[in-house]
């Protein structure tokens, strides 16, 4: 629902490239050789990237950590949902011995539960990647809490619930700068605590996917009243997805009304006439931007499957 990415370079220097044997060969007889390799490597021991990655998301005051990869060999892995474990992380990488080796690649997962969003935090980091590029990236995903199924709401009164959070503008808007200004504080601890890094921020967005048939057709199969299900930890992650379901969230957390609540926010975009607002995205499975709030009113007769479904309290 809202997404941001984090830009991180950190201290890097271009990688060295040795001559190929015709490249010798050429400079024996006196040709000029350009050994530039158009890729940089990382000039921070893994450890001290570690510590400062440890000590940076608790000054932003993200302290759950869910797990730690070193070039895919599982770290640290919170099975429990365990919170205020992110010193954990430093002590199970130091206790292994796996930042005494160079890496390929780091994978950090961490959440924060705030303002009524829950995020969850996707940190990548490369040790080589072409001159130019970030070496690290944090995928922030988060739902607003507030639009989850409770435990007893009927169908109709989901729905319904959903139509009068949407009805006042400014509380989507109020919650994507609650999460723009968390993922700032955060850009800016790891600045601090990473030194010589540069970090940067991309705009935060409200997404809003639409819905296939297929998706469509299995609301039929979900529970409402007293059976309804709430959202749960997976402590195995999901396959790999694609497109809009290429998504952190979608990963480590298991909600089976989250169809259905994308189903009537669109539905409320485009027969109520709400969320008029240009950081509002509407994808589609293939998370390719099909609108924006701001253009959803010339949508509004697209048929896609609004009348396929009907509400009630029974």
């Known amino acids: 629902m809202l997404k941001g990415k984090i830009s991180i370079d950190l201290p890097s220097a271009e990688t060295d490239r040795k001559m190929t044997l015709v490249e010798r060969v050429r400079s024996f007889c006196g040709a000029s050789i350009d050994l530039a390799s158009g890729s940089e490597d990382l000039t921070i021991s893994a450890l001290t990237l570690v510590t400062g990655l440890v000590q940076g998301f608790r000054a932003a005051g993200i302290n759950n950590a869910i797990v730690f990869l070193v070039d895919k060999k599982v770290v640290f892995n919170d099975v429990n949902d365990q919170e205020d474990d992110l010193p ?5 990488a130091q206790r292994t011995g796996i930042l005494n080796h160079p890496f390929r690649e780091m994978h950090l997962v961490l959440t924060k539960t705030e303002n009524g969003i829950h995020t969850i935090f996707d940190a990548q980091i490369r040790n080589g990647v072409l001159l130019g590029d970030s070496e690290m990236i944090i995928e922030a995903s988060g739902r607003v ?10 169908a109709g009164q989901y729905a319904e619930r959903i139509k009068e959070f949407m009805k006042e503008e400014g509380r989507i808007e109020s919650r994507r700068l609650m999460f723009q200004h968390m993922l700032e504080g955060l850009a800016a601890a790891l600045q601090k605590t990473l030194i010589g890094s540069k970090a940067t921020t991309s705009g935060a967005h409200v997404f809003v996917v639409q819905p296939n048939k297929a998706q469509i057709g299995a609301f039929d199969d979900l529970k409402f009243g007293k059976d309804a299900q709430d959202t749960h930890f997976r402590s195995v ?3 790999q997805r694609t ?21 009537l926010l669109l539905n409320s975009m485009l027969n109520h006439h709400y969320w008029h607002n240009p950081n509002v995205y509407v994808v589609g499975g293939d998370g390719n931007l099909m609108y924006t709030g701001d253009e959803s009113a010339s949508h509004a007769s697209d048929n896609w499957g609004s009348d396929a479904v009907s509400l009630s309290d029974s």
């Open 237 to 239: 992650p999901t396959h």
């Open 243 to 263: 497109g809009a379901y290429a998504d952190p969230f979608y990963y480590y957390y298991y909600d089976p009304y989250y169809g259905l609540t994308n189903f």
């Open 145 to 154: 809490e507030e639009l989850r199924i409770r435990t007893g709401e009927t």
């Open 88 to 92: 954990l992380i430093l002590e199970a």
